[in-house]
DNA sequence: GGTGCCGTCGTACACAGTACGACACGGAGC
DNA sequence: GCTCCGTGTCGTACTGTGTACGACGGCACC
C-alpha cells in the first residue's frame, strides 16, 4: 500500500469512545437508501447527523464516501441467504440461486444500483458470495466455465430487473402506493394517439406489469429452462 | 399546462441568434459522456463552455439537467437501427432487436445507465420505438401479451449486460486500454488465497471474460431459443 | 504529571444545480 | 426616427455536495 492509510484500516482499537463504527455507518446508509428517499439522499451530512455525529467523523472510518457505497453493496451482498446445499439438480440450483438474488434486490432496492456497478468491485462478501455460487453450481455437475457463464446471466438478468424496477418503488416510496403509479401510467400509455401508437396503446395494461415479480418468475422459468436443456446437450455430447 | 412554460417549449422561433439549440446541448452532452470522462463529465456548466455560452442559457432550451439527460436517452434510443422488416420468423426479430439494442449501448456506452433508468419514462422517440418493436413481434405471429414480456425480457437483458460492461469501458477509456485492465483484474482473482476461493482462482480466465460480446451472444443465443420455445408451446396449445 | 497519539469535528474550499434579475437586441407602433 | 417591449443571454449568488486542513480533547503510557 502506498499511502499510510491510518484512517480506513479495520483494526481500529474498539470503537475507543462513540458508539459509531463502520457497520453503524453502513446500517444508517442502508437505512436511510431502502427507506423513501433513495440512494440520493445518502449523503455524508444525513448519514453524520443521523448518527449524532460531525461529518468529517466519517471520515475516519471510510476513506470517501465511494468507500462507503462499496461497503453498502458488500453488506448487502453479504446477507444473500441460499438455502442450504444437499443433493440439488442443476434446474434446482440456478432457480435458487435467482430466487436469493431477486430477494436481496426487492429487500434494498435501491443498491441494485450500486451492484450493476459495483459486483466487478472486488469486495470480500462480494467474492465469498461468487465463491459460494460457482461451488454450488459445480457440485451439480455443470462444467465450471458453464457456471461461470450462467453466474453472469443470472446476475445480469437479476439486476436489469430490479433496475428497471428500483425506479417504480422509489416513486411509491415517497408518497403515493405502487399500485396507483401503475395506474396513472397505464392512462398515460393508453392515453397516446392510438392511430400512432396502436399496439403500445393496446397493451397498455400489459406494459405496466413488466416490472413484476411474475414477469420475474417468468424470466426465471425461461432461463432455467434453456440453461438446463444447454447444460444437458453439453454433458451428453462430452 | 398549469405553468407559462416559456422557455422549455420546442416552438423557439428558429434560435433567433446564436447557433445553439436544443439539438446542439444533447450532441455535446452526448459527446462529452462517451468520450473518456463517463456520465459524471455530464455538468451544465461543462456542456456551457464548450458552447461556447453561459451556463444558464442552457436553461432556456431545457428546464432541468435532467431534462437534458432525457433528451439524450431520447435521442440515443431514436438512432435504434432495426433492419427492414421482411418476413421474418420470431426467432429472426427477436435476435434483430437484441443485436439492435446492444449495437446501441456499445456505441454509447455510458448512456446504458440512463436508459436503464428512463426506458420507463415516456418520451418521442423511445415510445416510437416501443411501437415498432412491438409490432415487429406481433407480425411474426407472437401472441401481443407475449410480445410485451419478450420485449421486457430482451431489454432487461441488453441494459444489464451493459451496465455490467460500461464500468470496464469508462475504465478503458480513461487511460488503459480494456485487455490491460481485464488481464489486472484476472491477475487480482487468481491472487486470491486458493484454499479460501479455490473455483474463483481457477476460473479467473472465464471471470474476466463474463462482460464480453461473446458472452453477450451466448446468451442471445438461449434467450432467443427458450422464447421461441416457449412461443412454440404456446401457440399449439391454442 | 507530563507527553504524545488518535479519534473527533468546526471551518473552509471547490464544484454541483439552479433562482433572480439585469442586460442587449430586434421588431412593432407612433 | 425614436420608443417600448418581448425574448434570448448570462453574471451573480444561494443552497447543498464531497472532502482537505488543522485545532481540540481525552486516553494510555513513561
Request: with cysteine; proline share 5%; net charge negative.
Amino acid at each position: 500500500m502506498t499511502t499510510t492509510a491510518k484512517g480506513g484500516a479495520k483494526g481500529r482499537r474498539s470503537a475507543s469512545r462513540g458508539k459509531i463504527s463502520r457497520e453503524a455507518i453502513v446500517a444508517a446508509a442502508l437505512e436511510v437508501s431502502d427507506s423513501s428517499a433513495g440512494l440520493d439522499a445518502v449523503t455524508v451530512r444525513s448519514l453524520a447527523t443521523k448518527l449524532g455525529t460531525g461529518t468529517m467523523t466519517l471520515y475516519g472510518y471510510f476513506r470517501s464516501k465511494d468507500e462507503i457505497l462499496d461497503a453498502m453493496a458488500d453488506h448487502v451482498m453479504s446477507g444473500i441467504e441460499l438455502p442450504p446445499v444437499e443433493d440439488e439438480t442443476p434446474e434446482q440450483a440456478l432457480r435458487a440461486v435467482a430466487q436469493a438474488f431477486v430477494k436481496l434486490m426487492t429487500e434494498h432496492p435501491s443498491v441494485s444500483w450500486l451492484l450493476s456497478s459495483r459486483v466487478t468491485r472486488s469486495h470480500a462478501s462480494l467474492k465469498a458470495a461468487m465463491e459460494d455460487i460457482l461451488q454450488r453450481f459445480v457440485n451439480t455437475g455443470i462444467p465450471p466455465e458453464t457456471a461461470v457463464r450462467c453466474y453472469g446471466l443470472l446476475i445480469q438478468f437479476a439486476l436489469g430487473f430490479a433496475a428497471y424496477q428500483a425506479p417504480r418503488q422509489w416513486g411509491a416510496a415517497s408518497g403515493e402506493d405502487g399500485a396507483e403509479l401503475r395506474r396513472q401510467q397505464q392512462h398515460y400509455w393508453a392515453g397516446l394517439p392510438a392511430t400512432e401508437f396502436p399496439l403500445v396503446v393496446a397493451l397498455a395494461p400489459q406494459l405496466v406489469l413488466l416490472p413484476t415479480e411474475d414477469q420475474f418468475d417468468w424470466g426465471v422459468d425461461l432461463l432455467v429452462e434453456v440453461l438446463t436443456r444447454a447444460l444437458e446437450r453439453e454433458t451428453q455430447r462430452s
